[in-house]
């Protein structure tokens, strides 16, 4: 008895099929826009004020990095990489993401409604709005 495969449909093979993914670095700076609100340099991303995230964001680029641990004074551009990591999941590969912050005013002003996807021609993606979970202990 010879076996033979069944044939294949072409959208099950386009799911096996390599395809290019911007790199973080690449995102940002093709659709992330710092939003008038909160940034004092409104406008695109450029990595020109801080080439320092190009690292951070070519391991969080990367599939097979299980943790990335970013060292940095404050006001460095680090709520920006990680809005942009949010951004780039939201347009590219939708998936939940967990945020955990140290109090809860930080969590509650995190919490908040805030584009992340503004070019022109698609869709503006927003966050759900989520409720908080206050608090957790353990003991010990």
Same mark, same amino acid.
């Given at each position: 008895?010879?076996?033979?495969?069944? =044939?294949?449909? !072409?959208?099950?093979?386009? &799911? @096996?099929?390599?395809?290019?993914?911007?790199?973080? &670095?690449? @995102?940002?700076?093709?659709?992330?826009?710092? =939003?008038?609100? *909160?940034?004092?340099? #409104?406008? !695109? @991303?450029?990595?020109?004020?801080? =080439?320092?995230?190009?690292? !951070?964001?070519? @391991?969080?680029?990367?599939?097979? *990095?299980?943790?990335?641990?970013?060292? #940095?004074?404050?006001?460095?551009?680090? *709520?920006?990489?990680?809005?942009?990591?949010? +951004?780039? *999941?939201?347009?590219?590969?939708?998936?939940?993401?967990?945020? #955990?912050? !140290?109090?809860? =005013?930080?969590?509650?002003?995190?919490?908040?409604?805030?584009?992340?996807?503004?070019?022109? +021609?698609?869709?503006?993606?927003?966050? #759900?709005?989520?409720?908080?979970?206050?608090?957790? +202990?353990?003991?010990?």
């Amino acid at each position: 008895m010879i076996l033979k495969p069944l =044939p294949t449909q !072409p959208e099950v093979l386009d &799911a @096996w099929i390599s395809h290019d993914i911007l790199s973080l &670095a690449d @995102w940002a700076e093709d659709r992330y826009i710092l =939003p008038k609100e *909160t940034a004092e340099l #409104a406008g !695109p @991303w450029s990595h020109e004020y801080t =080439p320092y995230l190009l690292e !951070p964001m070519k @391991w969080l680029s990367d599939l097979t *990095t299980r943790q990335v641990t970013v060292c #940095a004074c404050t006001q460095s551009g680090k *709520t920006e990489l990680s809005n942009i990591l949010i +951004g780039r *999941t939201i347009d590219v590969n939708p998936a939940p993401l967990l945020i #955990a912050m !140290p109090r809860e =005013p930080d969590a509650n002003r995190r919490a908040e409604r805030r584009p992340f996807i503004t070019e022109p +021609g698609k869709a503006k993606a927003e966050t #759900a709005e989520v409720e908080a979970v206050r608090a957790v +202990g353990f003991p010990g």
